[in-house]
């Protein structure tokens, strides 16, 4: 059985110094506004919801360094859960992700508004009213295997739409999220239909890993490109991603939530895994066994992070979309 520690990575590339940006123009820290005057969407780009995921970071920094600023409408550089961040140590890469909660598990009215107390929900309650200004947001985050990396799109036709629209990366993955709390890219208007706001989540690869930094300031400037923030000319010089020749797209039937404090797979699966026969059993939880649901299940992200409440897996089937 595999244990939640079997699976280790070295951390490849260097966390950038943020400091700089701590002071904006938007009254809230590491929050930065830039506007052309000219017509048009107000686009963000945000990194670091987990704090030990360090290519969105290294993404925002590229930006930075290189003045990106729109052609029409608005953008926002936005670093979301700095105090994790800036905890990460090389040492123990895996003790960052939050501080105190998922940052990514908080984005309802209910929880925003509610009476819990956290480090992350002080920081959501802060950026959330910022958030509400946004139209179309790129949040970028890495994974915890060395798994190809993933488009979080979202179960709307207009998330699909926006991945097609971006192109990369080739894997596509359409859900509602987790049962232990709504991510951001969910937040009111980004999952609802009738709504011309829109959000995508991307999954880099692993954390720690070169390729994962790469893809994100790739990703970064191509969704700016794409949405008409900036020219392909000054996106170009950092494509530097192979486009696929065809997207796939996955539909998520659901998660699997972890409902003990002995969950455990059958073997080490870092995700995308296909398993042929429904009712196959992939891990225990507690003494009960963990099923696919039916045939040809593709394993998406199953994690390392094996406590109550979390997903351990998420079920689903590759399906023609036509975005």
């Known amino acids: 059985m595999t244990k939640p520690d079997e699976i280790s990575y070295p951390v490849l590339i260097q966390a950038p110094d943020i400091s700089a940006y701590q002071k904006g123009n938007t009254g809230i820290d590491y929050i930065h506004h830039f506007d052309s005057g000219n017509p048009g969407p107000h686009v963000m780009i945000s990194a670091v919801v987990h704090g030990n995921e360090l290519c969105g970071a290294i993404a925002l920094d590229h930006l930075f360094k290189n003045e990106v600023r729109p052609l029409r409408g608005q953008l926002s550089l936005a670093f979301m859960n700095v105090e994790a961040f800036q905890s990460f140590d090389p040492e123990h890469p895996k003790d960052s992700r939050f501080v105190d909660e998922d940052f990514n598990r908080l984005w309802t009215r209910e929880v925003l508004d509610g009476p819990r107390k956290s480090l992350e929900l002080e920081r959501a309650r802060e950026v959330h009213p910022y958030l509400e200004t946004v139209d179309l947001l790129l949040d970028i985050h890495s994974m915890q295997t060395a798994t190809i990396p993933l488009m979080m799109a979202g179960p709307l036709e207009k998330g699909r739409s926006l991945a097609h629209q971006v192109q990369i990366p080739e894997m596509v993955v359409t859900d509602w999220g987790h049962k232990a709390g709504r991510r951001m890219r969910d937040y009111e208007g980004f999952s609802n239909p009738q709504s011309s706001r829109n959000a995508l989540l991307i999954e880099c690869g692993q954390h720690w890993q070169p390729d994962s930094a790469e893809l994100a300031i790739a990703s970064a400037w191509r969704f700016l490109w794409k949405t008409g923030m900036i020219s392909e000319e000054q996106a170009s010089p950092f494509q530097t991603v192979t486009l696929p020749e065809k997207q796939q797209f996955i539909e998520v039937s659901g998660p699997y939530t972890i409902q003990t404090d002995s969950f455990r797979f059958t073997e080490t699966f870092t995700g995308l895994e296909v398993i042929e026969k429904a009712g196959t059993v992939i891990g225990y939880d507690g003494e009960s066994e963990v099923t696919t649901p039916y045939d ?20 689903g089937k590759f399906i023609d979309a036509k975005a």
């Open 296 to 315: 040809s299940c593709v394993l998406i992200m199953p994690s390392l992070r094996q406590t109550p409440g979390a997903s351990a897996v998420r079920f």
